[in-house]
């Protein structure tokens, strides 16, 4: 059975949700826009990602947040084209970002996400992505259900499948891919359901999955001088020093882990049990900062010693 990260399950408890944004006319399906109201701020947030000092988050609804002062308030995108739930954002700049979601969405802004265009859509074989990375503004990546790989060289003006080869053992590429992240040299990580990571050593040329060790779904991570860690089901950890060989890592916690992120030297961590982890020297060891009263859905860090924290109702508030 398939075990998917937290915005994958959430963006399929959202189906009913996101038909009533879908509707047929004479040219076929289209989604309506995202609606405006209150009711924004205090919906899902799926992830977050910094623009310049902007902060921008994206969830349920195309749901997009923004803020100007370091997460004190927020308010909404002034233009949305899609109704659907959004799962992940990634910025090249302070300028240009990207967000992705259900039915293959893929929106752009060139104003910071004040405004943002549609630049992908398939909602006749609706596979959610759920990750978005951008090298610079012109090359980025996009993975979701089913192996779903979708890469642009032009910005996202256009985009491009691309085929996966088979993981050890298996006829064909039939993994849910999760988070895609950068680490050092410029090495490219998908954190993927059975404990596995698809990784390009070449700028996204090609591509391998690889077995890290544990067999469940790994559903987040990040990487620094020290290698990449990822992490997932049931607090599972595992680790790497060159993107080749994996070992598990002792977890602080059996709660599963929805996000992890890293600001400088420091690693943080979320979990559905609301706690939130640090860890000061590459991911080896971590420590409980504090526990929230719900499951954190994503963080992003302000600095080494700050973090917002979100939630199914929006930011948690200390």
Not at 253 to 265: D, L, M, N, Q, Y
Request: aromatic share 6%.
């Amino acid at each position: 059975m398939r075990t998917m990260t937290f915005a994958a399950c959430a963006a399929a408890l959202l189906v009913a949700a996101v038909s009533g944004a879908v509707r047929a006319n004479e040219g076929g399906v289209v989604v309506a826009p995202a609606r405006h109201g209150a009711a924004a701020l205090h919906s899902m947030i799926l992830d977050a990602a910094p623009a310049g000092k902007r902060i921008v988050t994206v969830g349920e609804h195309g749901g997009i947040l923004l803020s100007d002062d370091g997460g004190a308030t927020f308010r909404q995108a002034a233009g949305v084209p899609v109704d659907l739930t959004l799962t992940a954002v990634s910025f090249a700049d302070e300028r240009n970002g990207w967000a992705v979601g259900h039915g293959s969405t893929i929106l752009h802004t060139a104003d910071g996400g004040e405004h943002w265009d549609l630049q992908h859509q398939d909602l006749q074989v609706d596979q959610p992505l759920f990750s978005v990375h951008f090298r610079d503004k012109d090359n980025g990546w996009a993975v979701g259900l089913w192996s779903l790989m979708l890469a642009t060289t032009d910005g996202g003006k256009t985009w491009a499948k691309v085929a996966l080869p088979a993981p050890e053992g298996q006829k064909r590429a039939d993994i849910n891919l999760m988070h895609l992240f950068e680490g050092e040299g410029g090495k490219l990580y998908v954190a993927a359901e059975q404990g596995l990571v698809l990784g390009s050593a070449d700028a996204g040329r090609s591509w391998r999955f690889k077995k890290t060790g544990v067999l469940a779904s790994l559903w987040s991570g990040a990487a620094g001088q020290g290698g990449a860690v990822l992490a997932g089901l049931r607090g599972k950890m595992v680790a790497t020093a060159d993107g080749t060989a994996w070992h598990a890592l002792p977890s602080p916690t059996e709660a599963s882990i929805t996000h992890i992120v890293r600001a400088g030297p420091v690693y943080w961590a979320s979990a559905l049990n609301g706690a939130l982890l640090r860890s000061r020297d590459e991911g080896r060891s971590w420590q409980l900062v504090k526990t929230y009263g719900k499951p954190v859905t994503a963080i992003l860090p302000l600095d080494d010693q700050r973090v917002l924290a979100f939630s199914k109702q929006g930011l948690l508030r200390d």
